[in-house]
């Protein structure tokens, strides 16, 4: 049985003077039409050292519609992300990520969120992350409290990543929580290809359904000469949503 692959999403990136990321928009395509349709932008702000200060989030009609403010160590590590989102024409706070290292690499994630009804502050999530001994990521797990009788989180969903032999990543699998067996078990997985600069030039989606792996989509990717993928995948290593 044959496939076709049609277009469905695309991003385009914006750089400074000093080639940091100032600006990604998102389209979509309409089929019927031919054509990209634009769908959100994110803008970047920068302090002196180069350090992004604030994230800015706009709606399909290029309007404001979160911002995020980033504050850092003395180290230059982010210490702490306070997120406002739009309600009734303002920006409310209403998250504030608290970043937690061990031996420089970021360890954990500890969300709070304002419950307006009650006027307090409350925390229910964390999110922590695992290294293999180069250093390397290899898992990211969501924890949650169903109540505030919990005296530890529970995992509630799961990434795991692998990595070529030249230390690119070649895997991400996630899984999460299924309620009727309460095993975190497989939802979806992404594969990486690359060229032999080591620039990402496929990536391909798979869905786990009835114990098997199949193909859902496929992103191809065009470089400027003298950028590398990196260069421009959440180069902050913000946790933008969850």
């Known amino acids: 049985q044959s496939q ?5 999403y695309r991003t385009t990136y914006s750089y400074n003077a000093q080639m940091l990321a100032t600006e990604l928009r998102e389209y979509y395509w309409i089929a ?6 634009f769908e959100s932008r994110t803008a970047y702000v920068y302090n002196s050292q180069g350090l992004a ?13 979160m911002k995020m403010e980033l504050f850092y160590s003395a180290q230059g590590l982010i210490d702490s992300v306070y997120t406002h989102e739009l309600f009734d024409q303002d920006l409310v706070l ?3 990520q608290h970043y937690h290292y061990e031996s420089g690499r970021l360890s954990e ?4 969120i304002y419950d307006e009804d009650e006027d307090e502050w409350y925390g229910d999530m964390v999110i922590r992350f695992g290294y293999a001994g180069q250093g390397r990521q290899v898992s990211m797990g969501i924890y949650v409290l169903m109540d505030e009788e919990d005296e530890e989180p529970f995992l509630f969903s799961l990434t795991e990543y692998t990595y070529t032999s030249a230390g690119r990543l070649q895997t991400v699998t996630h899984s999460s929580l299924n309620f009727f067996t309460f095993q975190v078990t497989p939802t979806d997985k992404t594969e990486y290809t690359y060229n032999s600069a080591g620039d990402l030039t496929m990536s391909v989606e798979y869905d786990y359904i009835d114990g098997a792996w199949g193909e859902d989509y496929k ?8 950028l590398l993928f990196s260069d421009v ?5 913000v946790m933008l949503q969850l």
């Open 4 to 8: 076709n692959w049609v277009n469905e």
């Open 32 to 37: 019927s039409q031919s054509n990209w349709v």
């Open 53 to 65: 200060t604030e994230i800015l989030l706009y709606d399909h009609a290029n309007a404001l519609d």
């Open 94 to 96: 209403w998250m504030i």
């Open 109 to 112: 994630i500890g969300m709070l």
């Open 219 to 226: 992103e191809e990717y065009e470089y400027h000469a003298s």
């Open 233 to 237: 995948a959440n180069p902050f290593n």
